[in-house]
């Protein structure tokens, strides 16, 4: 079987964990989403993800070099063998570059960048609409999913809130600071021909279908 080496790129509001979830279970790949990779190395003590520690205690940015050092760590693991999908890095050009580096030295490169994207006005409709209960947390959407009586939480009546990040005006900054920071990322895999789009505004299903018929298709074109 060859491997399936994948990045998963998307704006907030795209569907992008749903679709993570999905893939994940359709090809048995382990999904890295780097905040939980930093995290899980500081848990099980790895001498890389301690250095992290010292950073994210700081509250300083973890540097290049060592977030590589720990991501190479766990796509050096058995469980990476056949593949991988990883979510939330690279995010700058140079990281981009460091990845493809580290996977060469082990005679690897990427299979794809998947691109979940959506139009700006869709992901702040989706976004803006999620609102949670402040006993439990559970979610619903004035729109998708709205609760019986309007800002009353179905299941324990307690009130519903918008939070922070889901306000209209954080959204849009939100998406402001994806796209700036994405846009080369997904110019330079475009360019090596390894970029793959996805409509993210189509219903999660078809996403979904339409993702898993394109890795189906690059697995077979790696084989031959
Ligand atoms: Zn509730």
Known sequence: MSELNLILLGPPGAGKGTQA?????????????????????????????????????????VPDDLI???IMERIDSAEAADG???????RTIPQAEALDEALAGRDRRLTAALLVDVPDEEAV???????????????YHVEFDPPKREGV???????????????????????GVYREQTTP??????QRG????????????????????TLATLRLEEEL
């Open 125 to 139: 409709r989706r976004l803006s609409g999620r609102r949670i209960c402040v006993k439990n947390q559970h979610l």
């Open 84 to 90: 991988f999908l990883l979510d939330g890095f690279p």
């Open 21 to 61: 979830e999905r893939l994940v279970d359709d090809f048995d790949l382990p999904y890295y989403a780097t905040g939980d990779i930093l995290r899980a190395g500081v848990k099980n003590g790895s001498e890389l993800g301690k250095k992290a520690k010292e950073y994210m205690d700081r509250g300083d940015l």
């Open 185 to 190: 990322l997904v110019d330079l895999y475009e």
């Open 68 to 70: 590589i050092g720990v």
């Open 194 to 213: 390894i970029l793959r789009r996805f409509d993210g505004a189509r219903p999660p299903g078809e996403v979904h279908d339409h993702i898993r018929a």
């Open 153 to 175: 939480c179905d299941q324990d009546g307690s009130r519903l809130i918008q939070r922070d990040d889901d306000q209209p005006e954080t959204v849009r900054h939100r998406l």
